[in-house]
């Protein structure tokens, strides 16, 4: 794994001046699966955001999603990436940064590439990477309600 992702987070400093909190090249990278490498990049509780504060939001414990809260983070998929189907209780917001991948929903397949952005609404799916190369996507994970459909709840699973 190459990956490689600067954050840059600002904040204010004791007089209320803008300033930049943060700047570094994520270190602290997670495997979420064989082949995923997560570079978690910022992490919120509640709605309205609560802006104020110090604390470094990336080192927050968290799930694929964070009930009442967002996600943001970067996660390169390597060739062959071990397969994972799975559904969130969220709205995600996903830019693919490089490389390409393929989206498998019910056995519907879809390629994205770099540039692509896709909105995730709560649909079941799985991230396959065919090509040679890694795939890097970052997303913005919504806490949200569980998805009905056809008159049934469709819960979070994987």
Known sequence: MTLKVRRVITGHDANGKAVV????????????????????????????????????????????????????????????????????????YAIIMSGEIDMEMDGAMIRLKAGDVLVQRGTIHNWINNGPGPCVIAFALIDGKPVTAGGKVLNAVG
């Open 21 to 92: 909190q943060i700047d570094e090249v994520v270190s602290k990278l997670k495997e979420g699966r064989p082949g995923a490498m997560v570079a978690p990049i910022w992490t919120t509780e509640g709605f309205p955001v609560n802006n104020d504060g110090q604390d470094d939001a990336a080192t927050r414990q968290v799930g694929t999603t964070l009930a009442g809260g967002t996600i943001l983070r970067v996660v390169e998929f390597s060739p062959g990436v071990q397969s994972r189907n799975h559904r969130t209780d969220s709205i995600d």
